[in-house]
């Protein structure tokens, strides 16, 4: 089986994203270990926003034929401006193409990738669960589940630290609690 893990938050070492997805790979890895690992860093190599050309030509740039051939896709994401970080926007249109990862038809739009398993490592600042005043302006986890699951992919596995910009205490734990979090998940690989 082929494992993608892709990253993009822009905070380097200090990405508590890219530490929770890490952990879920690590934790995926170690229950099977036959997994075959490819990794990209969205932000240290972004790709260009989505043109023309390249939805003209979607096999033309290697992230659609990537998506397509993992079974297992692992994304670190951190919650930028209420949203996900922009260039992993830049990979989703990529990859949400129509007659390769959904399709239309007379009863709606069909996905077609939902043979994949799909686990998101999700960094907020502040808190924006149900029930949280901000929880309105919360545009990334609802976003990723729309699109995730417009292409096939209904039930992604999401593991969230939240309040990682309120005190370095808070951020510790919530990131400890995340980390734990992604080490049962071995379970489901
Ligand atoms: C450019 C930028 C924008 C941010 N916008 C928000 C925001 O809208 N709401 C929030 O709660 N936190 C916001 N934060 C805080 C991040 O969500 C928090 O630092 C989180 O850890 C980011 O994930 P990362 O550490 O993996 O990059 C922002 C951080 C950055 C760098």
Redesign the pocket.
């Known amino acids: 089986m082929k494992l993608l893990h892709l990253?993009?938050?822009?905070?380097g070492d200090?990405?508590?994203?890219?530490?929770?997805s890490a952990a879920i790979v690590s934790s995926l890895t170690k229950a099977d270990p036959s997994l075959e690992v490819t990794y990209r860093d969205l932000a240290a190599e972004p790709l260009a926003h989505l043109t023309l050309d390249v939805l003209g030509n979607p096999e033309g740039t290697p992230e659609l034929a990537q998506f397509l051939d993992a079974d297992v896709v692992v994304i670190?994401?951190?919650?930028?401006?209420?949203?996900i970080?922009s260039q992993l926007k830049a990979w989703i249109d990529r990859i949400a193409i129509a007659g390769k990862t959904f399709r239309y038809t007379a009863e709606g739009p069909v996905g077609l990738a939902g043979d994949k398993k799909v686990y998101v490592?999700?960094?907020?600042?502040?808190?924006?669960g149900e029930g949280q005043p901000?929880a309105a302006?919360e545009h990334a986890e609802s976003y990723l589940r729309a699109v995730l699951g417009f292409i096939g992919v209904t039930e992604p596995t999401f593991v969230l630290?939240?309040g990682?910009?309120i005190d370095a205490d808070t951020?510790a734990k919530s990131v400890a609690a995340a980390i734990e979090e992604a080490g049962s998940l071995a379970v489901a690989a």
Not at 7 to 11: A, E, R, V, Y
Not at 14 to 20: D, Q
Not at 76 to 83: E, L, V
């Open positions: 990253d993009s938050s822009i905070l200090n990405s508590a994203s890219r530490a929770i670190g994401a951190g919650f930028y401006n209420f949203s970080p490592a999700l960094a907020r600042g502040g808190y924006y901000a302006f630290a939240e990682i910009a951020r």
